[in-house]
């Protein structure tokens, strides 16, 4: 069965802080990959997703993440947070199976920034 | 553009009662349709997909189930709750497409007492 690991429960950091979150999948076909971020009181936003080609990907306000197929790894980071960047991140796989895609989702990372 | 409502925002219940929460799409046809459950330390725990009217694919067993009576309207129901329900309810929509990203609704707190 397809799976996600969030290694990293709980981080705290302080403002300009580089940031790097770890995200594993497990599946053994063609994968997307995504990474959501949910603030405080607010709903889950999309981040960041990888579908193909430069295994690099460029999200919203200054996250970045590698896709590693090797490692089956995609990795969250952004060379340095703020304050607002206080949320929980969650990283998703979305394999085809039985017909149709589904998204599987890590048990997410909290983040706090101090400032 | 396209919006996803899910309603009641919050509900309290007691144990043995029963449950239904609805979830309606605007501005897109034929959607895929999820139901998810948010737990502390758990992340997002998937429920229940759809990929069109009545056909509903179940992920874990469980005391829920959900119908799709419209191609728009995916609803989670419970016959009987019990304590262990209690959780926050996402539901979410994509386009039956690999490109597609998941856009969810602002969720139903649910406490089972």
């Known amino acids: 069965a397809q799976s996600v690991s969030q290694h990293n429960h709980h981080v705290i950091l302080s403002e300009a802080a580089s940031l790097e979150l770890g995200c594993n999948y497990s599946y053994g076909g063609t994968v997307n990959l995504f990474w959501y971020v949910q603030y405080p009181g607010q709903h889950l936003q999309l981040l960041l997703k990888y579908f193909s080609g430069d295994p690099l990907v460029k999200g919203i306000k200054g996250f970045e993440a590698e896709f590693i197929k090797s490692k089956f790894s995609f990795n969250l980071r952004k060379p340095s947070v703020q304050w607002s960047d206080t949320a929980e991140y969650f990283c998703a796989v979305n394999a085809y199976t039985s017909g149709t895609y589904k998204y599987i989702f890590g048990t997410g990372t909290r983040l706090k920034v101090l400032a | 553009s396209q919006t996803i409502h899910q309603w009641p925002a919050t509900l309290v219940q007691p144990v043995g009662s029963p449950l239904s929460l609805e979830c309606t799409v605007e501005g897109t046809s034929n959607p895929n349709l999820y139901w998810y459950r948010q737990a502390a330390g758990r992340g997002l725990q998937l429920l229940f997909y759809?990929?069109?009217?009545?056909?509903i694919s179940s992920e874990v067993p469980q005391n829920l189930s959900a119908s799709r009576p419209q191609d728009r309207q995916f609803i989670l129901s419970s016959k009987k709750l019990l304590l262990s329900d209690s959780g926050f309810y996402l539901c979410?929509?994509?386009?039956?497409?690999?490109?597609?990203?998941?856009?969810f609704g602002n969720g139903t707190r649910l406490t089972v007492t």
């Open positions: 759809s990929v069109g009217i009545g056909q």
């Open positions: 979410a929509w994509s386009v039956a497409h690999k490109d597609s990203p998941l856009h």
